[in-house]
């Protein structure tokens, strides 16, 4: 039985699993919205697929620049750290594995399994299933990528939740919503307001000001309260990693789980580049998927860092055919001849 549902969901392509998201987002809770969306995108079931189907892998991957940790089954327990579900971790691997044992139907509907395994989830933990949907999404998406064998031979067990991640959901968003005090005269301040960046990742979290109009990367540089190449070797300089600052090596990207409102829109060579490197970010003008160095704030955000890169948009979707790139304007010109074979498709 479990080889004939494992075979059932090999049967779905990311495009599926995005729009199984888009349908359940209003039945998950605000505070994990777009936190399921970006999850989808931290981890492409195309990419996954695309790598698995290479003769050579290692060379695959030396060619598509991949850096840090990009693999989902070496952080099966960690990777959903940033969603609200991750506590109800433990009880969704139980939750997954019961709806492999009990499925009658041998091609039931994605939407449905999912439903089915986060309203299992919810009774046991006596939740709303609003609070469960989309770590239910990651759990039968991790089992998809990873395998039976590999998914349930972790513990499942994850750290208590801390500082703000700790209170209710509607807390956490109305905190996320909330911008940093100007004063009793802020109303009057045009151009030195200051704001401060809220980041995750798997390895560390903090808070850095920025001030009104500035871009992200650039305020994050001037963060050195801690080692931060220590917890990641891509973080030259801040918290944030980053190589260059023209969205040339796309390195900085981040998903934006709070305050996307607050930043600036999408320019044209964003927007352009992202399809470079593969991130699938959506077409809103101020989408959850952003380059860090191209995009100024104007308020309080809360970003979640992913803990790879890489430039493999060409290679795995095939849609940059028309894209014409802007001659190289930074130093990272190891970087820049990486995006330039994978545009040719060397």
Not at 20 to 33: G, K, M, N, Q, S
Not at 87 to 112: A, M, Q
Not at 199 to 220: N, R
Not at 267 to 275: I, V
């Amino acid at each position: 039985m479990a080889n004939a549902f494992l075979d059932h969901l090999a049967t779905f392509g990311e495009n599926d699993w995005l729009d199984a998201v888009e349908t359940l987002i209003p039945e998950i809770h605000a505070v994990d919205r777009d936190a399921v969306r970006i999850w989808f995108r931290f981890y492409p079931l195309s990419l996954k697929r695309w790598l698995d189907a290479q003769p050579d892998r290692d060379e695959a991957i030396r060619g598509l620049a991949l850096q840090g940790k990009f693999e989902l089954k070496d952080d099966i327990d960690g990777s959903h750290h940033f969603l609200y579900g991750h506590r109800f971790w433990k009880g969704v691997k139980c939750s997954v594995t019961k709806e492999i044992e009990e499925t009658k139907d041998t091609e039931p509907p994605l939407v449905e399994m999912i439903k089915r395994i986060g309203m299992r989830l919810a009774e046991k933990k006596g939740v709303e299933r609003h609070l469960t949907n989309a770590i239910a999404a990651v759990g039968l998406a991790t089992l998809n990528q990873v395998g039976l064998e590999a998914f349930t031979a972790t513990d499942g067990d994850v750290a208590e939740p801390k500082g703000l991640m700790a209170r209710s959901p509607d807390a956490i968003v109305e905190e996320r919503g909330k911008d940093d005090s100007q004063g009793i005269f802020g109303f009057l301040k045009t151009i030195d307001k200051k704001y401060s960046i809220a980041f995750s990742s798997s390895d560390y979290s903090g808070k850095f000001p920025v001030v009104l109009d500035q871009e992200v990367t650039q305020a994050a540089s001037k963060d050195r309260s801690k080692d931060w190449q220590s917890f990641d070797e891509r973080c030259w300089d801040g918290p944030i990693p980053i190589e260059c600052t023209a969205a040339s090596c796309g390195t900085c990207w981040v998903g934006v789980i709070g305050g996307a409102e607050k930043l600036s829109e999408v320019g044209r060579r964003e927007r352009r580049q992202t399809k470079v490197f593969g991130y699938n970010q959506p077409d809103d003008a101020k989408p959850v998927i952003r380059l860090a160095c191209q995009t100024r704030a104007s308020g309080n955000v809360t970003l979640v860092i992913p803990p790879w890169n890489g430039v493999f948009g060409k290679k795995v979707y095939d849609n940059l055919d028309h894209i014409e790139l802007e001659p190289n304007t930074t130093s990272a010109k190891h970087l820049r001849e990486t995006i330039d074979s994978a545009l040719s498709g060397k």
